[in-house]
Each structure stands twice: as C-alpha cells, then as structure tokens.
C-alpha cells in the first residue's frame, strides 16, 4: 500500500478560474483561501475552502499555450483534474506502486516544498492522482 495519510485536495481544469469560482462560492458554498501562480509549469490558480475546512478544492487555468493544463482543457474540456493524497514517504510510496505493477508518472520529484509523484489515468482506471510528501517548508502543492 502507499500509505495515504490524508486527502488534501481535488483539483478541477479550469479556463478561467474567476468565473469558475463564482459558481464555486455561489452554488457550493465555499469561499477562496489563497492565489498562486506557476510560470514554470504555465499555471495558476486559486484553493477554496469547503464548509468546516473539511477539504480544498483548487481551480487551475492555464498561463499558456505549452502548459499541461491547456492541452487537458483541449483535449477534455473543463473538469476534474486531479485527486492528491499526502503520504508518509514519497519514496516508499513509489516503491509501493511498482510492486503492484504501475510505473509511477514523472517518477519522484521535488515540487516547491515537498516530494511528489503521479499515478497515471491509465493505470487508475481514469484519475490522475498526485502523491505527495511535504518538506520541511509545508509548502503547497499543486
């Protein structure tokens, strides 16, 4: 098993993550927690918060025509993204979905503050899951 600690959030592909936050807030409920912004990787994006802080959803747009998040809304149009889950060691983790016969996606890397690997669709039957490890920083992850 990987050793899931926690679900942090669930992510949505969004063209524009005002308007889409708008429906958010206005349908669901939940109010925005924070911005952030990619360059590196062509995204940005905003955290809400659900009632009771039980879970945050993030929104993602793209910042242009290279970024990961413009060729999903391409290919798929607007909607989940992604599932991430904090696990105890990123590392074993990892180790974990070889021995069940999945390659982790884009291996184990280091984003901003923490350890991160991916489950490919593929090989979930549909989800992309991002596995992290947070750093000695807690930074957030995307």
């Known amino acids: 098993m990987i050793g899931i600690k926690r679900v942090d959030h669930v992510s949505f ?3 524009s993550v005002d ?14 927690a924070e911005r952030f912004e990619n360059p590196d990787e ?3 994006g905003l955290v809400m918060d659900l009632p ?5 959803f993030e929104l993602i747009e793209p910042l242009g025509e290279d970024s990961f998040v413009e060729k999903f ?8 993204h ?11 983790a990892a180790a974990a979905l070889r021995t069940a016969g999945i390659e982790p996606f884009k291996g184990v ?3 901003g503050g ?20 947070p750093g000695a920083e807690g930074a957030r992850q995307t």
Do not use: C
Request: aromatic share 12%; no cysteine; glycine share 14%.
């Open 13 to 15: 592909a969004t063209w």
């Open 19 to 32: 308007e889409q936050a708008k429906w958010f807030e206005t349908v669901m409920g939940l109010t925005v």
């Open 42 to 44: 062509g995204y940005a």
């Open 52 to 56: 009771g802080n039980q879970l945050q």
């Open 73 to 80: 809304l391409k290919t798929r149009g607007p909607g989940m």
């Open 82 to 92: 992604h599932v991430t889950v904090e696990v105890h060691d990123a590392h074993a």
């Open 109 to 111: 890397h280091q984003g």
């Open 114 to 133: 923490w350890l991160q690997t991916y489950i490919h669709p593929g090989d979930s039957g549909g989800v992309l899951w991002q596995l992290f490890q």
